[in-house]
């Protein structure tokens, strides 16, 4: 079992950055990929980025990318996202989840692919 912590969410104005933190324990954390989702009100939960159990490759959901930037630091367990020139529509809950299905040629992006999910840190972007 992997326990996932996430921190970092607050209310922050339109054009700001928050980073936001997931915390994992439990099993060795270099085994997983890690990977951040968000679930918007009353809309599903869609990928935003994931991050190879080395940190050697990345990968972005194209609605978001340029604007976020995932990270992890094996050594403390802890994965990061990175979100700066917040808009409106970035208002979510937002989850960590982890998998230790292989990377490959095409990246985890769906939610099925992630065993691990921590219980979400909110977001809220204010005009």
């Known amino acids: 079992q992997v326990q996932l912590v996430e921190s970092g969410g607050g209310l922050v104005q339109a054009g700001g950055s928050l980073r936001l933190s997931c915390a994992a324990s439990?099993?060795?954390?270099?085994?997983?990929?890690m990977a951040w989702f968000r679930q918007a009100p009353e809309k599903g939960r869609e990928f935003v980025a994931v991050?190879?159990?080395?940190?050697?490759?990345?990968h972005y959901a194209d609605s978001i990318k340029g604007r976020v930037t995932i990270s992890r630091d094996n050594h403390k367990s802890e994965a990061y996202l990175q979100i700066n020139n917040l808009k409106l529509e970035d208002t979510a809950v937002y989850y960590c989840?982890?998998?230790?299905?292989?990377?490959?040629?095409?990246?985890?992006?769906?939610?099925?692919?992630?065993?691990?999910w921590g219980r979400g840190t909110q977001v809220t972007v204010s005009s």
């Open positions: 439990g099993r060795p954390f270099d085994d997983y990929h």
């Open positions: 989840a982890a998998t230790s299905l292989p990377f490959g040629g095409i990246p985890p992006t769906r939610q099925s692919t992630f065993i691990y």
């Open positions: 991050i190879k159990s080395d940190g050697g490759a990345t």
